[in-house]
């Protein structure tokens, strides 16, 4: 039996692609903070997106609302401690810890970002800095706990909800003009930040282990991937036409139109992001590796290839020969042939003629195997040649008989 091979250890890129991810996250906020605040233009154009969200539209006012209202900081804990207790239950700590360790880093960079962050007024708009939105973090902090503390047969389905929820918690933000739609895109960011660096230290804490990384499920996957790629596509080509209304041509483009343009950069956003979280938490852990154990030795068997017990030589009475020494046999007198004229075999004298008058002869033959009897026997070579001695002197006194 052959050793079983070890498996092997989880791989660099499998191992490094949540850090990239983080990395990427981070400067991709730090580069939003630059443009959206440090720039007269996009101050402009942040500020009008804000600024145009004069919808009265009964149902949308009553869902922004009541979304609003009801996301308190209370019920953002329950839903934190309800994830800790799935990775508890489920006897995975690692995810527990890591649920809290993600809600907490993300809220606590963005309230410090926007208690150290200045925003110069570039726009003619004063107002304090909201760079980057603390209910955005909340909600997506929130949602990314449960995604990860959460098995994978379900992750998808909530993947969906919490998608839908962050987004309209963005939305309303802008539309009440707590926040710009950079203040919402900035604090996914960050908590795609802090979520991919969580996936980092658990998969170094799993790295000697066989857990593979499970497809995110298409009930989650398309629908994300189909209303990101439309929205983008909105997104860009509404800031494009904002960008000429204040630069090219003024009025260009109404306030409202400017706000639909920032909400469908903020769906495009969550899309996104949320895409990357599922994919990025679809381990499944697996269990060290046992070390390879040593080839067993296969027993002896009476099949193919067994080793047979070695013969000893025995004699014609069934018992075993002793050991013989080298001794000088004789050879039969040359000439002599059987009576089908073959020639007769090595020790054997064959013929058959018969003594003329019907008288017998010694036989030599008899003699011959005596004597290879007495040598199979274990005698010494010297009553082996007094035996041939006879045999040839009863050979001759048969010859010299009657004719």
Same mark, same amino acid.
């Given at each position: 039996?052959?050793?079983?091979? /070890?498996?092997?250890?989880? +791989? ?24 959206? !605040? ?15 969200? =004069? ?10 609302? &009541?979304?609003?209202? @009801? ?51 570039? =726009? ?22 449960? *995604? ?20 309209? !918690? ?25 979520? /991919? ?9 799993? +790295? ?24 983008? %596509? ?8 904002? !960008?000429? /209304? ?9 306030? +409202? ?8 950069? *903020? ?10 979280? *599922?994919?990025?938490?679809? =381990?499944?852990? @697996? ?8 080839? &067993? ?13 070695? $013969? +000893? ?12 020494? /080298?001794?000088?046999?004789? $050879?039969?007198?040359? @000439?002599?042939?059987?009576?089908? @004229?073959?020639?007769?075999? %090595? ?43 006879? %045999? ?12």
């Amino acid at each position: 039996m052959t050793a079983l091979a /070890s498996p092997e250890p989880t +791989r660099i890129g499998h191992l490094l692609a949540p850090l990239a991810t983080a990395l990427l996250a981070g400067a991709a906020a730090a580069g939003t903070y630059q443009v959206f !605040i440090r720039t007269a233009l996009g101050q402009t154009v942040d500020t009008a997106a804000m600024r145009g969200g =004069d919808v009265h539209h009964p149902r949308v006012v009553e869902v922004l609302s &009541r979304t609003l209202n @009801g996301t308190t900081l209370a019920s953002l804990v329950l839903v934190c401690l309800a994830a800790a207790a799935v990775g508890v239950l489920r006897k995975r700590v690692d995810l527990a810890v890591g649920a809290a360790l993600l809600v907490l880093g993300a809220n606590g960079t963005a309230q410090l970002l926007k208690m150290r962050l200045d925003r110069p007024n570039l =726009d003619d708009f004063p107002a304090p800095n909201s760079f980057p939105s603390g209910h955005t973090v909340a909600a997506a902090s929130v949602a990314f706990a449960l *995604i990860l503390a959460l098995p994978h047969a379900v992750r998808g389905t909530v993947a969906l909800v919490g998608a839908g929820y962050v987004t309209v !918690i963005a939305v309303a933000t802008v539309w009440a003009e707590w926040h710009r739609p950079s203040d919402t895109i900035a604090g996914l960011l960050i908590v795609l930040a802090w979520a /991919s660096a969580t996936v980092f230290l658990l998969r170094c804490r799993r +790295r000697r282990t066989t857990g593979t990384a499970e497809r995110p499920s298409r009930l989650a996957t398309l629908p994300l991937l189909l209303v990101g790629s439309v929205a983008a %596509a909105a997104g860009l080509l509404g800031l494009g036409a904002v !960008i000429l /209304s204040e630069r090219v041509s003024p009025d260009l483009v109404s306030g +409202r139109f400017a706000f639909l343009a920032g909400s469908a950069c *903020i769906t495009a956003a969550v899309a996104g992001v949320f895409l990357l979280w *599922i994919r990025l938490a679809g =381990d499944r852990p @697996g269990t060290a590796p046992r070390p390879a154990t040593p080839p &067993r030795k296969r027993p002896a068997s009476a099949g193919k290839g067994a080793a047979t017990p070695e $013969k +000893r030589p025995t004699t014609s009475t069934g018992k075993p020969a002793a050991a013989r020494k /080298s001794t000088s046999t004789a $050879k039969p007198a040359a @000439g002599k042939s059987t009576s089908a @004229g073959k020639p007769a075999a %090595a020790g054997k004298s064959t013929s058959t003629r018969k003594p003329a008058g019907g008288s017998k002869a010694a036989d030599p033959d008899k003699s011959v195997g005596t004597g290879k009897r007495s040598a199979g026997a274990g005698k010494q070579s010297g009553a082996t040649g007094r035996l041939w001695t006879a %045999a040839k002197q009863s050979a001759a006194a048969g010859k010299g008989g009657p004719k």
